[in-house]
């Protein structure tokens, strides 16, 4: 069975809602994180359209570290895990993929439909996907401020969102 992580960027066009959600919060965690000028790139990786500048780095990239000539369509059949963290790799940071995909996930068309709280706690976030690991999740049902990455066990006590009984969360 295929999770989101391992659709192909072809597949995956369809099903991303085009929304400047994710850019915001993009935007302030990269911010926060001490990473700028790279926003318009990893968004455009994640909503499976790099543009060209992505392409034709991880094409010098693959050139000049492996010595592999790679065409525009071999970078677009990459998943975007993959493509993410080569591009991320090539400018030098390390460690963020996870966080940004986990991000992304909050953020897709089944993400944006629904604000969750969780029950007995003062954390909100948006429905995740069931296959979700980790959740963004803010102290406000606003949705303001920076979120903050929490596993989805830490929260409820199973290992992802799948698991969850319905009745540990409400919709608001």
């Not at 995909?101 to 969780?118: C, E, F, N, P, S």
């Amino acid at each position: 069975m295929e999770t989101p992580d391992n659709i192909l960027f072809n597949d995956f066009k369809n099903a991303i809602m085009e929304s400047s959600g994710f850019s915001d919060a993009l935007v302030r965690f990269m911010e926060r994180e001490g990473i700028y000028g790279y926003e318009q790139e990893v968004e455009s990786i994640m909503r499976g359209n790099p543009i060209n500048s992505v392409i034709t780095d991880i094409q010098k990239e693959f050139r000049n570290k492996e010595g592999i000539d790679v065409g525009r369509s071999d970078i677009m059949d990459m998943d975007r895990e993959s493509m993410l963290d080569k591009y991320l790799g090539i400018r030098g940071i390390r460690g963020y993929t996870g966080s940004i995909i986990d991000l992304w996930g909050q953020y897709r068309k089944a993400g944006m439909t629904k604000t969750i709280k969780v029950k007995d706690k003062d954390l909100y976030h948006l429905k995740p996907s069931k296959d979700t690991l980790r959740i963004w999740c803010w102290n406000n049902e606003k949705l303001d401020g920076i979120p903050t990455l929490i596993p989805v066990e830490d929260i409820y006590s199973r290992e992802n969102f799948g698991q969850v009984d319905p009745s540990d969360y409400v919709y608001i």
